[in-house]
């Protein structure tokens, strides 16, 4: 029996699953009666004295691949099919082979994609709003939740976007059917109906939207809603829908049982294997009455492969084939002559629809009225143009990237008698308000490790479309409030005004060669706000104005500077531009960032004086797994001196990382890196992304600062996994003048 990815996800979700009367539901549900429609494939067939063959796809992941290689068996060897039916991925191969894709043309759809990206479920970064990007540099995890009524989590940790895009794509010329009995192969799928519990069967209304349905995996997948119906996975009920294909008319059923490896008691050790067994028996059942419906049986062996391997795509889809070969005597007897095959493909192919009308308007679903004026605004230069799917497509992601809607999608439709392009946006059901939640650890030091929780509470539309209440809460190693109200100036205006306001104080050590030498408590207080323009997706520029109150106070050690404490006044400029691919491990971009500061006012200085930082970041991949990076930053007071404090500091992971926290401060100072990062593993999608070597070289001069050698520089290598709960980074670093160290973390990296 296959493995399904939801088997061993979220266990409470799999506690209501199994506990649920799903399985027990024997009336099936239909989306309307089960009639085939009199112009079909098969009632047009020129063969009508042969036995008309069904034949029904299992789900199951990845192994569902395997469904293109049998399907491929049967073309090769010209057998026809006349009615099929499939379930979760068995139900996505199913529905593109019924709408008219070859079985090459799947092979070569499967191995183009980019499966990462689709299980993982994240909007690319470099899709994302400005604002979204911020929200992920500051809290680069998965850890979010909605407010809208009460604390709800998403419904899935994927809400399907890239997979539905890529189904309305392939699906686009059969947006208008009124039945699937028009496909050039008649076809169902099956899906399970979480409010009623029972077995939905599909076989009218939008083609994407069943087959985004039928493998809505849950908990891996956000459900699909209709009106009063959510739908999910069809596994649950019916992973095997012999009784479906059999209802449509076959007199031959056929179905491909994807085989896995049987259960060991040393496997179901722990929570979710326990639970994720369970579900296991449930679908068994199902599965065991799906087979014994069926008159001919095409058994896969896949027990070397999970319902995760979409990598190795290429052999599961072998294995289909393969086995499919070792059926040649039964099956061959249902082997059409080459005349009779090219008259059944002829039919077939009658059916197919390729072509997509150019749309003479764009109307936009699933949002509220403002919303949809400003989407339908953006998407206006689509109209009376040859639909670009690529070019759409990128569109309706970077409207997801807006962070209000879970995703978006597509197809053709009719108004008023002119055909256009209806796009459909999902708003998040649970959000907003959102909460984000941080988790860091610093281990820079190994006698003193840093912990810090914060969240960040956002509110939008608070004062105006597209306006944003953002306020973080931090707690640990630092304790302390922000809040920011963003307002632009108009609904569409890239003008926006930002008053803000922060409290918070901080642990501030001073570290030499691993040993602390001083702790200060530093809190501060301000108030303020900035008039900004944003560059679209990539970029932002802030002027504003700052007062407030700093008290930077020595406790324990050897004084490094002196305490101080008074009123700060000053007036910012901050330019940001991002693009990089990535908010923690950017494999290709550029990045850079530079605030200047007129500090009217500071504690402990003499007068008025000037600060300036820039950083600037550059990515390059070299091969597939592997890119390097340089970075380079630098600071300044322009040779004022009298400013109380020190305003720079170095020394830390990657900021000459076998120097202690710290270690050096100044008024002037630069760092240049160079390094590598490769990429040597994938976590599984519920608990990260991927796992990275890397090494880098450094080196930097921190001015003014007496007790540093000559050219303080290092090298630094470790290992980095981006997980769920953040980037973590383990590693170590030789330096100059006896520096060495080891160290971790939990936060961001570049």
Not at 282 to 301: K, M, P, W
Not at 525 to 554: K, M, S
């Amino acid at each position: 029996m296959p493995l399904c990815p939801y088997r061993s996800l979220l266990p409470l979700l799999l506690i209501l699953v199994v506990a649920s009367p799903i399985a027990g539901q024997q009336a099936p549900e239909s989306s309307s009666p089960a009639k085939l429609d009199p112009n079909s494939a098969t009632s047009a067939s020129a063969h009508a004295d042969r036995p008309k063959i069904g034949v029904a796809l299992e789900g199951g992941g990845a192994l569902g691949l395997a469904h293109i290689g049998v399907l491929q068996w049967f073309e090769d060897h010209h057998i026809p099919i006349d009615y099929i039916a499939g379930t979760s991925m068995g139900g996505l191969v199913g529905g593109l082979y019924a709408s008219g894709k070859s079985p090459e043309q799947l092979r070569e759809l499967v191995e183009q994609q980019n499966w990462d990206i689709i299980i993982g479920g994240r909007t690319q970064y470099q899709d994302l709003s400005f604002r979204r990007k911020e929200d992920l540099r500051a809290y680069p995890n998965s850890l979010v939740v909605g407010l809208k009524d009460g604390l709800t989590l998403p419904g899935g940790l994927n809400a399907g976007q890239e997979i539905s895009l890529l189904i309305d794509h392939e699906t686009l010329p059969y947006s208008r059917l009124s039945s699937f009995d028009q496909l050039p192969i008649p076809f169902r799928c099956v899906a399970t109906d979480l409010v009623s519990g029972k077995e939905v069967v599909f076989q009218d209304g939008s083609l994407a939207k069943a087959m985004r349905a039928t493998m809505s995996i849950p908990g891996l997948f956000s459900p699909i809603r209709d009106g009063e119906k959510v739908y999910v996975d069809g596994g649950l009920v019916g992973n095997l829908p012999t009784d479906v294909v059999r209802r449509m008319g076959a007199d031959i059923v056929i179905a491909v049982h994807l085989e896995t490896a049987p259960a060991k008691p040393e496997d179901i050790q722990s929570l979710f294997s326990v639970f994720g067994r369970s579900v296991d028996v449930v679908i068994r059942e199902n599965e065991i009455r799906g087979l014994s419906g069926a008159d001919l049986i095409v058994n896969v062996n896949l027990r070397d492969f999970t319902s995760m391997d979409y990598p190795k795509a290429k052999t599961i889809i072998d294995k289909g084939e393969s086995a499919t070969e070792e059926k040649m005597r039964i099956l061959i007897p249902y082997s059409l002559n080459d005349a009779d095959w090219e008259r059944y493909l002829h039919a077939r192919d009658a059916r197919k629809q390729f072509l997509v009308p150019v749309p003479r308007f764009v109307h936009v679903e699933g949002t509220s009225p403002e919303g949809q004026k400003q989407l339908e605004r953006s998407l206006k230069s689509l109209v009376d143009k040859p639909i670009d799917p690529q070019s759409l497509e990128k569109i309706l992601n970077r409207i997801t990237g807006i962070g209000r809607y879970d995703s978006s999608g597509y197809q053709m439709g009719e108004e008023n008698g002119q055909t256009g392009l209806i796009v459909t946006v999902h708003e998040k059901n649970y959000a907003p308000p959102t909460l984000q939640f941080g988790f860091e650890m610093d281990g820079s030091e190994s006698n003193n490790v840093n912990f810090t929780l914060a969240s960040r509470l956002t509110f939008m539309d608070i004062a105006g479309f597209r306006s944003e209440w953002r306020t973080d809460v931090l707690f640990g190693n630092t304790y302390g409030v922000a809040s920011e109200l963003y307002r632009p100036f108009t609904a569409s205006s890239k003008w926006f005004f930002a008053p803000h306001a922060n409290a918070g104080d901080t642990a501030f050590y001073v570290y030499r060669k691993g040993d602390p030498v001083a702790d200060y408590r530093v809190a501060r207080a301000n108030i303020g706000g900035d008039l900004g323009y944003g560059f679209g997706r990539f970029a932002e520029v802030r002027a504003g104005y700052e007062v407030g109150y700093l008290d930077a106070r020595f406790r324990l050690g050897t004084p490094q500077f002196s305490s101080v404490e008074g009123r700060t006044e000053d007036f910012k400029f901050h330019f940001l531009v991002d693009h990089t691919d990535d908010s923690v491990f950017p494999r290709r971009g550029f990045g850079a960032e530079t605030t200047f500061r007129w500090f009217e006012s500071s504690p402990g200085a003499t007068g008025p004086f000037p600060t300036m930082q820039l950083n600037v970041r550059y990515f390059q991949p070299i091969t597939q797994p592997a890119s390097l990076f340089v970075t380079a930053e630098g600071g300044s007071t322009f040779g004022y001196q009298g400013t109380g404090i020190p305003q720079f500091f170095l020394g830390g992971p990657l900021r000459l990382s076998a120097y202690g926290t710290n270690e050096l401060f100044g008024n002037q100072y630069y760092t240049f890196r160079i390094g590598y990062l490769h990429e040597v593993a994938s976590l599984p999608p519920f608990l990260g992304k991927k796992v990275y070597a890397v090494g880098e070289y450094e080196f930097g001069k921190m001015y003014g600062f007496a007790d540093q050698s000559k050219f303080p520089n290092d090298v630094a290598a470790g290992v980095i996994a981006q997980t769920v709960f953040g980037p973590f980074f383990i590693g170590g670093s030789v330096g100059d003048a006896g520096h060495q160290k080891w160290f971790f973390q939990l936060g961001r990296v570049f």
